[in-house]
């Protein structure tokens, strides 16, 4: 039998700026008696990395500009958070009420550009939002290393976050920034089951972030990190989780023609 | 430490129409000494229990329409397969050379209805396609049933396939026909870890088709079925996969919004 196994770290400290959580990560698996191989793969989820990372922003201390307050009572949203959002964005995609859905300045295609207000310590005058880490690969780099350093084994780490899709509800777990692990997998195998020629590309970092996230929670679980063993995967140094994404021209480009065909256009 | 556990089943024989997969889970299972357990969930890729339900096709005895050959040439595919394309579809999305995405008689957005070629036999004058099964629902209630009365303990079954996405490259496991589980799973605790209150959807069964999708893989692995145990699921005898799906009215309202967007209208 072929076995799949993730392993959620319990008792994690809630995380402060300036937290290594590589080491944090090293010292609560020992403590845990979990012990690494290589090729773990360690799902991380960005929330974490962002309060580590100082990515915290207090609404009441934004100013929002009068274009933005203008927007904010059309789209029926806090005019604090819809600015935060708005310097972290840099294309609106779908403006309704209710509804921000942005291109971020890392690619991303996602609601209110990643950013909320869940599992953050409410600042002393309202809503405490954490933004995406500066550069997901960059930190997951940094975990990465301090986490081999310390085991002297070759690992991945992949920071994970939850994203919705615009045509299933819920949320769902997706690889934000990788290290150590390629961003499109594609199967050394070339041979379906009857010898035919296959070349499937795979998203097996979305994959694995899904996976990950099943033990992470969304509310009060407290299991921030996941390792993930049994995984053939392609290691990588030099993937990005840009190599994953579509350029936002082919969203649009997509967009365009789902609308000409909706309308019955040739 | 939680832990979320996969176990893929190896020596599944090659399906052939009338198969019943429940009771061949069953029986591999005992040989490879796995047990169930209470609340497992059981994976099934959809291309064996199209395999099983006799959803194949021989492109060459398809007569495409005269409007077929010609929208095929213009999206530079083969007539028989856009043909077999077409008569699943509801209503094309998106139309281009080399892509064609539908809305099938399911209601999934996907590339080309879900119908390929892959793990298919070749057919006495050419390729075989493999149509989604003709109700996935009813496709995972029979062998939930079937495995069930076997065991004497229940479990959910998911059966999955892959889809793209519209963002982001490559392809993912996605949940498309669901048994004994949710299809929208809202975490029955209520607060975030400072207690702040939250609601959030989680797309649980795309998050384990996803997870069981890292095993089975794509090209000659033959692990059609997994069994994921360790998941905290929410039972239920009426969801559909249905209730996953966002109308596609939906859909089209957010192109009409991304396309307006790009172009700088209010």
Redesign the interface.
Known sequence: ??????????GIP?IQQGDDIGAIICEIAEK?K?SFEGDDIVVVTSKIVSKAEGRLIDTYKVEPSKETVALAKKLEMDPGKLEVILRETK??????PGLI?TEDRLG??STGAGID??????GPKGQVLSLLPEDPDVSAKKIRQAIEKKIGKKIAVIIND?FG??????????AIGISGIA???Y?P??????G?K?S?????I???A??A???M???????PVVMVR??DFQPSETDKIK????P?T???Q??????K??KGEK
């Open positions: 039998m072929k076995t799949l196994n993730l392993y959620a770290l319990e809630l845990e979990f294309r609106v995609l779908i403006a309704r859905v991303f295609i207000s869940s599992n953050t310590l409410p939850t899709r615009p045509d299933r509800k819920g949320s769902v777990g997706m961003a499109v997998y199967p195998t070339k041979e379906d089951i009857h035919k296959r499937p590309e795979i998203a097996q979305d994959e694995i899904a996976a996230s099943l033990v929670g969304q509310t009060n679980e407290r299991r049994g995984v190599d994953l994404l579509h936002v082919k969203y649009i997509d967009a365009l023609e789902a609308v065909q909706a």
